[in-house]
């Protein structure tokens, strides 16, 4: 199985041990940073720690963590260039599967500058992006997502992450690969599930968030418990365990 957006900075290696044995083999973990950045270098400190230190403590448990880095619009009150000139770096030596989380979330100028530029190095280094939509005003902010990516990047380079019952219609004909967020105060496993259940497998990727805020670190697991013990079919469950992810990303996965 694999957790498509996780947030390893915030969580113990007891987290990542557990998932490794609910069967969680791979993980992608995004660039987040919980608290004001007032200098570009925090958040480029933050984004090495993810890439080295993280990476190292998942594997001790047995973790294949993924590394997805970017400027999340909450931390995007920076100058952006040394971040943007890093990025470059670790696209060329693959030391990154995707750019991410980026996206919006109180629809400043600044997030919507820096969203766009990070859209642009996705389309000028045939990157794929994980777009982060908010709890709050998640419908009005998703709308300017999609009006500013097609601008940009190919749908089907980006991810739309955390969507839920109440904005699926928005996105569901569209060509964007979709998250769907399983953890505490976000979404149950039971609307997932009935989100898979009524549009199909194809489109979908599964994810806990887990982060500083409440989380399940066996949310995806559970949910794949789930979906077998109702009794879906494995070659579609097989799709949102780990196949939709391997391809979408190009995963090496172990
Ligand atoms: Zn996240």
């Known amino acids: 199985m694999i957790d498509t957006h996780m947030h390893a900075d915030s969580r113990s290696g007891e987290d990542f041990g557990e998932m490794y044995l609910a069967g969680i083999?791979?993980?992608i973990?995004?660039?987040f940073y919980p608290f004001r950045i007032e200098h570009e270098m925090i958040l480029l400190n933050h984004l090495n720690r993810i890439l080295k230190l993280d990476t190292a403590r998942a594997k001790e448990h047995g973790l294949d963590l993924k590394v997805?880095?970017?400027i999340h619009p909450a931390n995007a009150n920076i100058n952006p260039d040394t971040i943007f000139e890093n990025l470059y770096k670790w696209i060329e030596t693959k030391a990154i599967v995707a750019i991410g989380e980026i996206g919006l979330e109180d629809l400043t100028e600044n997030e919507i500058d820096i969203f766009k530029r990070q859209l642009d190095i996705a389309d000028e280094t045939n990157s794929k992006v994980i777009i982060h939509t908010p709890r709050k005003n998640k419908r009005e902010v998703l709308k300017e997502i999609m009006n500013i990516v097609p601008n940009?990047?190919?749908e089907s380079q980006a991810v739309i992450d955390h969507i839920n019952p109440n904005v699926i219609q928005d996105v569901i004909d569209t060509d964007y690969m979709l998250g769907l967020t399983v953890q505490p105060q976000k979404m149950e496993k039971e609307e997932a599930i009935a989100i898979l259940d009524e549009y199909g497998f194809d489109k979908f990727l599964l994810n806990s968030d887990i982060s500083n805020k409440p989380s399940d670190p066996l949310s995806v697991a559970k949910t794949i418990r789930e979906l077998q013990r109702l009794g879906y079919r494995e070659s579609?469950?097989?799709k949102?365990?780990?196949e939709n992810a391997e391809k979408f990303f190009n995963l090496n996965t172990v």
């Open 25 to 27: 083999n791979t993980a």
């Open 29 to 31: 973990t995004c660039s």
């Open 68 to 70: 997805a880095l970017g």
């Open 152 to 154: 940009h990047l190919d």
């Open 236 to 238: 579609e469950i097989n």
């Open 240 to 242: 949102v365990s780990h």
